[in-house]
């Protein structure tokens, strides 16, 4: 059963900039998209960033774009989130999915097989 880690969470400043990453621990097959979504408190759990495994395909929540920008190592089985100028709205709880689909419908959050257990992101104002 593939298990998703999830580390880089943190409480920062506004305007500050955290990575996040993910590391699946078994090889994800060649079919694997990968993304991040995240949950505020009282809200549903939103799309923020996926990416093809050839990384061919990109796609970005609105509210990140131009902010966050998504990577992935696939010989790390590995996906990363780079997260610049945060903001307070930018709070939540950050989660890593994997779904054996493309990157466009995984940020549909359709065909997410795997989930990871999360970590949080603080930003203060």
């Known amino acids: 059963q593939v298990q998703l880690v999830e580390s880089g969470g943190g409480l920062v400043q506004a305007g500050d900039s955290l990575t996040l990453s993910c590391t699946a621990t078994?090889?994800?097959?060649?079919?694997?998209?990968l993304g991040w979504f995240r949950k505020a408190p009282g809200t549903e759990r939103e799309f923020v960033a996926t990416?093809?495994?050839?990384?061919?395909?990109?796609y970005y929540a609105d509210s990140v774009k131009g902010r966050f920008t998504i990577s992935r190592d696939n010989a790390k089985n590995t996906v990363y989130l780079q997260m610049n100028s945060l903001q307070p709205e930018d709070t939540a709880v950050y989660y890593c999915?994997?779904?054996?689909?493309?990157?466009?419908?995984?940020?549909?959050?359709?065909?997410?097989?795997?989930w990871g257990q999360g970590t949080q992101v603080t930003v203060s104002s």
């Open positions: 999915a994997a779904g054996a689909t493309t990157a466009r419908k995984l940020s549909l959050g359709a065909a997410c097989d795997y």
């Open positions: 078994e090889h994800l097959f060649s079919s694997y998209a």
């Open positions: 990416i093809s495994w050839s990384r061919s395909y990109i």
